[in-house]
C-alpha cells in the first residue's frame, strides 16, 4: 500500500465518478482512507474495493437507522461498528446445521479429516542466493548432475552429502528426520509432500538454493472418525450458511436501494473481512 499512501487526495479525487447510496454521498476523502485496508494491485482496484465497502457500510448504517435500533458498544467497538453488529444479530439467522447435515458433509469429504501425512527425507542443499541468478543456474545444472551420479550409485548420498551439501545436515548424511507440515519452508514442502519414496529425479527449489531430495519414508494420514471432527464440521456449515446469508441480505439491501456510481457486487466478502 505504500503506493497508495503516497498519493493525495487531490492527486486522484477528480479520476473517479461520485458514489452515493440513496441520496447520501460516499466522500471521496474517506474512500482514499479506507483504500489502505484493501490489497490490490492497482489504484483503481483499491478505490473499487474500498468504495464497495463504504457502500456496504452505508446500507446497513441507513437500514439499522430506518429500524430505529440501539446498540450496546462492546468492548473494542465503535457506535457504527456496535449498530452494525446488532442489526445483523436481528436480521439476519444463523440457523445451527443439524446432525444429519455434518454427517451427509463428513461421508461427502473424508479425504479432509485425517491424521496428518508424516514424511522422513533427507537432502543435499547447494546453496544459491535468491538474487544471484548466475549462482542459481549454477547451483541447478549441479543437482542435476549429482542427481544423475546418484541414480547409477544411490549408496553415494550420505557420501556426497558430507561433500557437497550446505547444510548442518550433512553431518549425519543429509538426514533431515521426520517431518510434517509446517516444519519448513512452503516450496519445499510443496514438493517433498507430494513425492513418492525415493529420490527425486529432479532437484526441489527453495528460497536457499537447490536441493537433491531422497523420501527415505512416507507414512499416509489414518481416517478420523466422525466423533472427532463433529464440531469443527459444525462449525464450518454454520459459517457457510451464515455467509449465504449475508450475501442474500445485501443483496436484497443492495436491490432496494439507489446505488450511484459502484457496482457492489461480491461486496459481501468485504463486510466478511
Known amino acids: 500500500m505504500e503506493l497508495i499512501n503516497s498519493i493525495t487526495v487531490s492527486d486522484i479525487v477528480n479520476d473517479f465518478v461520485p458514489v452515493s447510496v440513496n441520496g447520501q454521498a460516499i466522500d471521496e476523502a474517506d474512500i482514499l482512507q479506507e483504500m489502505q485496508y484493501h490489497t490490490a494491485d492497482n489504484i483503481e482496484s483499491a478505490h473499487q474495493k474500498a468504495a464497495s465497502a463504504l457502500v456496504v457500510k452505508e446500507l ?3 437500514r439499522a437507522k430506518e429500524l430505529e435500533l440501539s446498540a450496546e458498544i ?3 467497538e465503535n457506535q457504527q461498528e456496535a449498530l452494525i453488529r446488532t442489526l445483523l444479530v436481528q436480521e439476519v439467522k444463523q440457523p445451527t446445521p443439524d446432525e444429519e447435515a455434518c454427517e451427509r458433509y463428513f461421508l461427502a469429504n473424508q479425504d479432509k479429516f485425517k491424521t496428518p501425512v508424516l514424511i522422513a527425507a533427507s537432502h543435499i542443499l547447494l546453496a544459491a542466493d ?8 549454477f547451483a541447478a545444472q549441479q543437482a542435476e548432475t549429482l542427481i544423475a551420479a546418484l541414480v547409477k550409485n544411490p549408496d553415494s548420498f550420505a557420501d556426497m552429502a558430507k561433500q557437497y551439501s550446505d547444510c548442518p545436515s550433512k553431518e549425519v548424511n543429509g538426514e533431515l528426520g521426520q517431518l510434517d507440515k509446517g516444519q519448513t519452508v512452503q516450496e519445499f514442502e510443496r514438493q517433498v509432500f507430494k513425492m513418492e519414496e525415493g529420490l527425486a529425479l529432479h532437484p526441489v527449489e527453495s528460497r536457499y538454493g537447490y536441493h537433491i531430495v531422497r523420501l527415505d519414508k512416507r507414512v499416509e494420514g489414518n481416517p478420523l472418525p466422525y466423533n472427532m471432527v463433529a464440531d469443527r464440521i459444525a462449525t464450518y456449515l454454520k459459517d457457510q450458511v451464515y455467509r449465504r446469508s449475508i450475501s442474500q441480505y445485501l443483496s436484497l439491501l443492495a436491490g432496494q436501494a439507489s446505488i450511484e456510481g ?3 457486487k461480491g461486496a459481501d466478502s468485504l463486510l466478511m473481512q
Open 60 to 62: 446497513l448504517l441507513q
Open 74 to 76: 462492546l468492548t473494542g
Open 130 to 137: 535468491p538474487k544471484d541468478q548466475e549462482a542459481r543456474e
Open 262 to 264: 459502484i457496482d457492489i
